[in-house]
Nanobody
């Protein structure tokens, strides 16, 4: 069974940076589409960024130019680099996975989710 484990969240001052990590395991197929979502209290779950098996990436307009996403050498570890953080970025961040990145920013389309990691910007 596919498992996703997130880490790297924490508290940071506005203008600071964090790098999150998501490690996927337990899958039997070659590749996964790995994405990050976030959800603030009282808000819907928002797609933040995604990377496909071919290395292509997409970002939400709200984070474009500030966040970058990359994979480790094993291609099953995801590292969102979050720069110039703002209080509006405060949310629970979730790693999510499915086999393709079609409809990448629709949370309902994802089969697997991590437990979440909290990011707080003040």
């Amino acid at each position: 069974h596919v498992q996703l484990v997130e880490s790297g969240g924490g508290s940071v001052q506005a203008g600071g940076s964090l790098r999150l990590s998501c490690t996927a395991s337990g899958y039997t197929y070659r590749n996964l589409c790995l994405a990050w979502f976030r959800q603030a209290p009282g808000k819907g779950r928002e797609g933040v960024a995604v990377i496909d098996s071919d290395g292509s990436t997409r970002y939400a307009d709200s984070v474009k130019g500030r966040f970058t996403i990359s994979e480790g050498n094993a291609k099953n570890t995801l590292y969102p680099q979050m720069n110039s953080l703002e209080p509006e970025d405060t949310a629970m961040y979730y790693c999510a996975a499915k086999q393709t990145c079609i409809s990448w920013n629709r949370a309902i389309a994802y089969d697997y989710w991590g437990q979440g990691t909290q990011v707080t910007v003040s």
